[in-house]
């Protein structure tokens, strides 16, 4: 009981803390960035998503080891995940006697509508709400359904690991190709001055390639979980 | 000029001092939970605190979303929303990688609670 009231008069300081030190908040967060995006964001990356823009122009370095991150974070789980036992005990943890047929009717209707507009999310992420985060989340969820609506389905994780690495590389050297034609990293590889269509190219190709690495992610993370599932 | 401080919002600091709560109540149940599992799912309730903190620094009232299109003059802060993509994504990868260690945890100690795991002869030494 001490231990809590102890605790709970740390966490009080760590409060008082906090709120005399956003005091100064003002000082620190200005406008000026939020008015030069307005200003020049879709004019300098063809975006009209100003956070498609910042991902994929600005701070593109940023999503570059974003990505990276979820990659490691994919090898990690399958290293973990790695059995000692024989690997013909790891069993799907879905079983399918006991799976709804209505649920796996439903999912027969759904499954390609969600696939959809996951695609339309990733390929609409320069214009609309979306990019190829968010796209591949819901592509890989998609992707997760086929597992109730055929429960013996196998799949080759280290070919799925072996894709997303090799379009991990494809997504360094389209953002690395800027060099020959702008003469930096890291940015549109069109001109400047050039029209905001073709500036999409770009974003699309960027776009649609980050939306295949994220769900080939997600779904190998996923069918590491299925396998534990004994 | 009032408005560009949008973490002001009117002159008040609720917003920012409610979201920290939010991370407040994170850090009691990191500190006091007995399942591994729900340590777990606290440090995703520090993450949500912290992405509230980062979404209602550029918010104002009346701001629009920052998308282009015409008639919008003015538009919230895309900056901490692009930053909090990366903050979701690295937080659902290390949620994922923290859930595998504890399945792990689990087949090797038959137990998920923190007393009964750390009492083992195997864990101290």
Redesign the interface.
């Known amino acids: 009981m001490s231990r809590q009231i102890l605790l709970i008069v740390l966490l009080g300081v760590i409060f008082g803390v906090f709120t005399v030190s956003i005091l100064e908040l003002e000082e620190l967060y200005n406008s000026f960035g939020k008015e030069y995006f307005l200003e020049y964001g879709a004019q300098q990356t063809g975006s009209n998503n100003l956070v498609t823009a910042i991902l994929l122009d600005y701070r593109l370095f940023d999503s570059l080891f974003e990505a990276g991150i979820l990659l490691i974070a994919v090898s990690g789980v399958i290293w973990i995940s790695k059995h000692d036992i024989e690997e013909k005990n790891a069993k799907f943890m879905i079983d399918k006697y006991k799976t709804p047929d209505l649920f796996v009717t439903f999912s027969r209707l759904v499954y390609p509508l969600m696939l959809t507009f996951g695609f339309y999310v990733v390929i609409n992420g320069h214009l609309s709400p979306g990019g190829g985060f968010q796209g591949g989340t819901i592509v890989a969820t998609a992707i997760l359904i086929l597992y109730y609506i055929d429960a013996d389905k196998e799949t080759n994780i280290g070919l799925i690991v072996t894709v997303e690495k090799v379009v991990y590389l494809l997504v360094i050297l389209v953002a690395s190709l800027s060099i020959f034609t702008r003469g930096t990293f890291f940015t549109n590889f069109f001109e400047l001055g050039a029209s905001a269509d073709q500036k999409a190219i770009y974003l699309v190709l960027l776009n649609v390639l980050i939306g295949i690495k994220v769900a080939l992610g997600l779904w190998t993370i996923f069918t590491a979980f299925l396998k534990e599932g004994r | 000029m009032d408005d560009?401080?949008g973490?002001?919002k009117g002159g008040t600091?609720m917003n920012?001092?409610l979201t920290?709560?939010v991370v407040?109540i994170g850090?009691?149940g990191l500190?006091?939970s007995d399942n591994i599992i729900k340590s777990v799912f606290s440090v995703t309730i520090i993450e949500s605190g912290v992405i509230l903190l980062f979404l209602n620094?550029?918010n104002f009232e009346g701001g629009a979303?920052?998308?282009?299109?015409e008639g919008v003059t003015s538009?919230?802060?895309?900056?901490p929303?692009?930053?909090m993509?990366?903050t979701?994504?690295?937080g659902s990868?290390?949620t994922?990688?923290s859930?595998?260690?504890c399945?792990?945890v689990f087949?090797h100690y038959g137990s998920v609670e923190w007393k009964e795991v750390l009492s083992r002869e195997d864990v101290k030494s």
């Open positions: 560009i401080y973490i002001f600091l920012p001092i920290f709560l407040l850090f009691y500190s006091s620094l550029g979303i920052p998308i282009l299109s538009i919230v802060d895309p900056l929303q692009a930053l993509i990366t979701i994504v690295i990868t290390v994922a990688l859930l595998m260690l399945i792990k087949h």
